[in-house]
């Protein structure tokens, strides 16, 4: 400590560190305190919010009847399949880039990242646009012949999960990308010279070395969708929720802002939790690849 | 000499310009220079209109010394050249602010008690809770004398607060529902009846969109089963709850404002303020597709109320504002813009066919409609009306 504060590097570091920390500290950790202090004063069911600290609105989340759990699980679900779906397409998608790009790497890039460079709003109603009725796909398959009346694709839980998928996808391909990208070709070689097929190469050199891109790319897409909640609204008509459209119900229908935020405390634990896991397991090269 | 000849078109280019750029400004800025045309109370007592009267000399001054006036309201909804007509007459700015949906702007008022707006367009819901949680100034009735005179008795008197004392009425909506005629014969025996909704699924095959209002949908399932939509009673409700789940397969989203939708005809038939779609169908082509239905049961009367919020800094600009929208000129440029129904009783005359057409449900039928009231929304009929929601959201 001494010797910390004896030397000059604090004050080297602290213009530097000054504005965005203060940044964060203003944006990020000074609204997440309003909220854990907000969900821990006690409410009644109407919302109406009394002096004093209890720990009655979590307790009520784990006992009462308001569905939180169901709608957390329901989105643990939604974002687990997306996970799954974006690294089952996104793996092969970047892999191929990687490997077998060659001089179109930045262009094929280019198009994987495009789509996300726009407002995330406006993608949702682009793929409202191509799937539903009248919809491109729809008029598409009805010009063809292929189907006979439109096909129902929006509204449904299983399009909650396509928009989710078709949202988050650019940002899995990416830290897999730099990932695969990143490792070095003698060690493939050499693996191969040591009598591996292709396969076993890909399972024992390759999948391991890119490890820190897919935990990296599972933070940028299961964390989001876990959050989402205009997905579940636009695309799914807002009939099935996840936690964060129940959330949303607590603060802005029913008022109670002691109940909502404490249902937000759950979900931010959850999410840093699921963070600290994929660092664990992806290691350092799982945060190089996000940041 | 050659020198002269040669700079003198640059000095008339330079001059011309100068002067297209001062037209120009003088263009731009004639709005601004409109504003504020009456300097003082005796011109405005001059300029007011044969049939209305002003406002007492205090309160336009205390308007006017104000410069500002907030204005919390929905987006695109009333016709512009109201809030236009008003600034360029009294040259008090208006700053609007709007909001997506009335219970997020209740819930930033109670957030922040001293939000400041000095007029907030909302609904009984809104007013209760402001009035309970004592953040609303009163209506000064002496200074909306057009109010007072324009304003139907039985609106005055009204259930959501008699004697308007913390509120003044502008629309009316009747929250029933609209089908699409290039899909489904009108004709058909259960139409107009709620029973076409909750029983016609064969029919309209899952292309039904309800409101995502928790107490607009669960009252009117409660007006299909015969019930008062402010019903407490806890067997009513399991009945409304039973309809919905029932309905759902046939719901195709919950959207306050399917634009979109209902423009791409992807929903054929829609619960919701019908004077709305009407206006809507309008623009979908020559020949308007939507027919109102106005169940017999009845459905949710949805009274859009101005409030004066606490924490406003120029509550004498929404006085000014309202007696000033209360001429019976720019009530009915209001109510020909959106079409709905209103407690002004000296505009029949101005109105157009076509908001006639689109505005007024069958007659008598007022009398058979509910506007949403305390029981709906406070104590155990809240709780279990969001429990049904819940389970409907599942």
Known sequence: MKIFFGTKAPVRILPTLGPISLWIALFVFAPVGVIIYFSFLPADSAGEISAGVSLKNYWLLLTGDTDYGKAILRSVLYAFITNMVCLGIGYPTAYWIARYGGRFKALLLFLVIAPSWSCYLVRI??????????????????????ISSPINMLYTSTAVVFGLIYIWLPFMVLPIYASVEGINPALLEASLDLGASPGWQFWTVTLPLSKGGIFGGTILTFIPALGDWLVPLLIGGNKVWMAGNLIQHYFIVRGNLAIGSSMAVILTAAVVLLIYMCIKLGGEDAVERIV | MFTYLEKKPMRWSLFASGLILIFAFVIAASPCLAAGQLKTYEEYVASIPKGCEPVPRECFEQAVKGKTFAMYDWAAWWPEELYKGFENLFGIKIVR??????????????????????????????????????????????????????????VKQASWDPGYKYCVLTTLGYDAYVVNTNFIDKKDPRMPSWKFVFEGGDVYKGKLVMRNEMNRVIGNTLKYLGYSLNSTDPAELKAAEEALLKLKPNIMSFDSWPKRAVMAQEVWVVEGVVHDYLA???????????????????????????????????????????????????????????????????????????????????????????????????GEGEKMRASIWEKLKK
């Not at chain 2, 602010?97 to 809104?126: C, G, M, Q």
């Not at chain 2, 209506?139 to 324009?150: A, K, L, M, Q, T």
């Not at chain 2, 959106?338 to 029949?348: L, M």
């Open chain 1, 125 to 146: 109603y682009a793929l409202k646009q191509l799937v539903g009725y009248p919809g491109i796909l729809n008029d598409f398959l009805l010009h063809l012949g292929v």
């Open chain 2, 280 to 378: 809507l169908g309008s623009l979908i082509g020559p020949k308007n597709p939507f027919y109102p239905a106005y169940p017999p049961e009845g459905c949710l009367l949805s009274p859009m109320l101005v409030v004066i919020p606490k924490g406003g800094n120029n509550p004498a600009a929404c006085h000014l504002f309202l007696n000033y929208l209360y001429r019976p000129e720019n009530f009915a440029t209001l109510i020909n813009g959106v079409a709905y129904g209103h407690g002004h009783i000296q505009i029949e005359d101005l109105l157009t066919e076509q908001a006639k057409i689109w505005m007024t449900p069958p007659e008598g039928y007022r009398q058979k409609c509910e506007v949403l009231m305390p029981p709906a929304f406070t």
């Open chain 2, 97 to 154: 602010d709007n909001y997506p949906d009335i219970d997020e702007a209740l819930a930033k008022f109670r957030l922040n008690p001293k939000t400041p707006y000095d007029y907030w367009l909302t609904n009984p819901k809104s007013l209760h809770y402001m009035k309970e949680w004592n953040q609303l100034e009163m209506v000064n009735h002496d200074w909306i004398p057009n109010v007072n005179r324009y304003l139907a008795e039985d």
